[in-house]
């Protein structure tokens, strides 16, 4: 028995599946391919960004246009030629 979960487990993460195995529905071990764990911590980082955004908007009266954000991201990035 332990050996057709243990294959079928295997097989499930040569898939990349993401697993999460806890007992009787409870627990706080999980199981992820680091596909999943990746995509997941990017999630969260732009969450997060976004809520550190929105907690700047409340706190300023202060807006930027599409073409000042624009701006910035080049510049921040290197490429501020030709804009």
């Given at each position: 028995m332990?050996?057709?979960i243990l294959r079928t487990f295997l097989r499930?993460?040569?898939k990349r599946l993401s697993?999460?195995?806890t007992p009787n529905g409870?627990?706080?071990m999980v199981v992820l391919s680091m596909e999943s764990f990746e995509n997941l911590q990017f999630?969260?980082?732009v969450y997060f960004?976004?809520?550190e955004a929105e907690r700047e908007a409340e706190l300023t009266d202060q807006?930027?246009?599409s073409k000042d954000v624009l701006k910035a991201m080049k510049v921040a990035i290197g490429g501020a030629q030709g804009v």
């Open positions: 332990c050996e057709i499930r993460c040569a697993l999460s195995f409870y627990g706080d999630e969260s980082e960004k976004l809520q807006r930027y246009s």
